[in-house]
């Protein structure tokens, strides 16, 4: 049976464009399968510019102006969320192609690319969906794109006291987080920054939400779980009559007063994952689970 054929958007950072001949290597193999190729245009020019040659593309495109079969993410994790904020409600499945560091959500390495976008020609790739969290500011629109994969965290301004966060779950009221800030995380984001601040690690498709402060004042608030199927309402105060609102790391400056809500999206970002990879093997991995690292 003839392979179908496919088109691909792919993203990378300009940084990565050193690695030039690895990505040569992908974009000459997708063409070998003749797939029509879009580069989001900062990854495009950076790698032009390395390359000084002319790209055998399809095209190439800015922010969500793209509508393709599958989404490639070139680089760590934070490459991943950019290209999970911009495929938003598409649907598209994203591959994660790990050029960078730890890479929990990009976890496929170069070497196994081309495993990965055989199965996606033969047509059984596999896929995982994972939730996505939404913020809404009441009275104040955002700037950047609402959806997150990982987190949302309310922080305190660089050089301001810390800030009192009142926090209410399906209009009951939970506590108020005297503290430098609060992240609320999917299971996703459980090992990202929610991890770093004691947050607890959640297994994916656990239906559930974490919020964790972050250096709270008080040693007796901990961090809880709760249905992803609540909202929760968020107020908060501050000396500086502002605060941030980071949605997977994209931070905006919001005014004092201003109503949070945070609630389920009613989308979710789809993954391409390797067959025999699962996440307990992962979290072994990536964090090192029973390796003994002492020197004798």
């Keep these: 049976m003839a392979e179908k054929k496919l088109s691909f958007a792919i993203f990378g950072s300009a940084s990565k464009a050193l690695e030039s001949i690895r990505i040569k290597e992908l974009l000459g193999y997708l063409a070998q399968h ?7 245009q900062g990854f495009f020019h950076a790698l032009e510019n390395k390359l000084q040659e002319d790209l055998k593309i399809a095209g190439v495109f800015e922010g969500v102006n793209f509508d393709v079969d599958y989404v490639i993410s070139l680089g760590g994790d934070g490459t991943f969320l950019k290209a999970a904020s911009k495929v938003g409600p598409k649907q598209i499945p994203i591959i994660g192609v790990n050029m ?10 170069p070497d196994e690319a081309k495993d990965i976008l055989d199965a996606i020609f033969a047509g059984n790739a596999e896929i995982e969906e994972r939730a996505v969290m939404q913020l809404e500011a009441l009275g ?13 965290a309310i922080l305190k301004r660089d050089n301001a006291a810390m800030i009192s966060i009142k926090a209410t779950v399906n209009g009951e009221y939970l506590t108020t987080y005297l503290a430098d800030g609060l992240v609320i995380s999917t299971p996703t984001g459980s090992t990202a920054y929610s ?8 297994v994916p498709q656990s239906d559930i939400f974490s919020m964790t402060p972050v250096a709270p004042h008080s040693l007796n608030i901990r961090p809880i779980v709760i249905s992803d199927k609540a909202e929760i309402t968020l ?5 500086s009559h502002n605060f941030l609102a980071a949605v997977d790391g994209r931070s905006e400056k919001l005014r004092e007063g201003v109503t949070l809500k945070i609630r389920k999206a009613s989308h ?3 993954i391409v994952k390797r067959k025999e990879q699962h996440f307990f093997s992962t979290l072994r991995e990536k964090l090192m689970w029973g390796a003994d690292t002492r020197k004798f």
């Design 235 to 239: 107020e908060v105060e501050s000396r």
């Design 34 to 40: 003749e797939a029509d190729i879009y580069l989001e």
């Design 100 to 109: 960078g560091r730890l890479g929990f959500l990009a976890s496929v390495v």
């Design 195 to 202: 991890l770093s601040v004691g947050g607890p690690i959640i």
């Design 140 to 152: 104040e629109p955002l700037e950047g794109c609402p959806y997150a994969l990982n987190d949302i």
């Design 268 to 270: 979710k970002v789809r």
